[in-house]
C-alpha cells in the first residue's frame, strides 16, 4: 500500500504564489511518474506531471506559471505555483503511478487527499 502526503497550498492573492508538496510512504515500490490534477465536473484534469527521466508535461494553461520538480531519493514531487489567477483555484490532487516489486510492469495508481488553492483578486 503507498499514501501520498500532501502539503502547500492555501488561500494566496492574484499574482502570488504557492507550492504544494506530495511525499509518496511505503515500501517496494519504483515510481513511474507523479503528478497533479485538478477536479473538473466530472472528471480530473492533469495540471502537471513528471516522470522518473525528469521529463516533465504541462497543462496549457499553467504552461509558463508552474514547475514540477522531483526528488528521486525523497519519492516526493513539488509544483511551484508563480502568478496565480483566480481561475487556478482549485482542489489539487496529488498522484503516482508506481511500479511493485514482483509484480512486472503492472502500473499502480493512488491518489493524495487534494490540496486546496485559492487565489483572490
Known amino acids: 500500500q503507498v499514501q501520498l502526503v500532501e502539503s502547500g497550498g492555501g488561500s494566496v492573492q492574484a499574482g502570488g504564489s504557492t507550492k504544494l508538496a506530495c511525499t509518496a510512504i511505503g515500501t517496494i515500490f519504483d515510481v513511474v511518474r507523479m503528478g497533479w490534477y485538478r477536479q473538473l465536473v466530472g472528471r480530473h484534469e492533469l495540471v502537471a506531471q513528471v516522470m522518473t527521466n525528469g521529463t516533465s508535461k504541462y497543462a496549457d494553461s499553467v504552461k509558463g506559471r508552474f514547475t514540477i520538480t522531483r526528488d528521486s531519493a525523497k519519492k516526493a514531487a513539488y509544483l511551484q505555483m508563480n502568478d496565480l489567477e483566480p481561475e487556478d483555484s482549485d482542489i489539487y490532487y496529488c498522484?503516482?503511478?508506481?511500479?511493485?516489486?514482483?509484480?512486472?510492469?503492472?502500473?499502480?495508481?493512488?491518489w493524495g487527499q487534494g490540496t486546496q488553492v485559492t487565489v483572490s483578486s
Open positions: 498522484n503516482i503511478v508506481i511500479h511493485i516489486h514482483g509484480m512486472g510492469s503492472k502500473e499502480f495508481r493512488y
